[in-house]
């Protein structure tokens, strides 16, 4: 069947560095644009940053610019995203998404940021 699984997530300092990586499975990853959203405590889900189904092209949340890269190996079925300084306004629940008939969502992985 259609899976996403998260994984990277933990606690990390102000300031830090973390690396997010979803494994995808059960469908065309090539073929699937894919996305990065994170909702945080009280807050509804936001759109970080997503990529084209060969990479060429990525967008991000004006609140990430810069600090935070989004990247895909179509080879191995999986999509990252790098997140340098990261502030404590970043703790949140991170969901991986694949355009994917209605769409598909991740569990999640949990970032802490904090000192």
């Known amino acids: 069947q259609v899976q996403l699984v998260e994984s990277g997530g933990g606690l990390v300092q102000p300031g830090g560095s973390l690396r997010l990586s979803c494994a995808a499975s059960g469908f065309t990853f090539s073929s699937s644009a894919m996305r990065w959203y994170r909702q945080a405590p009280g807050k509804e889900r936001a759109l970080v940053a997503s990529?084209?189904?060969?990479?060429?092209?990525?967008t991000y949340a004006d609140s990430v610019k810069v600090r935070f890269t989004i990247s895909r190996d179509n080879a191995k079925n999986t999509v990252y995203l790098q997140m340098n300084s990261l502030k404590p306004e970043g703790t949140a629940v991170y969901y991986c998404y694949a355009t994917v008939g209605m769409g598909v969502w991740g569990q999640g992985t949990l970032v802490t940021v904090s000192s």
């Open positions: 990529i084209t189904s060969a990479g060429g092209t990525t």
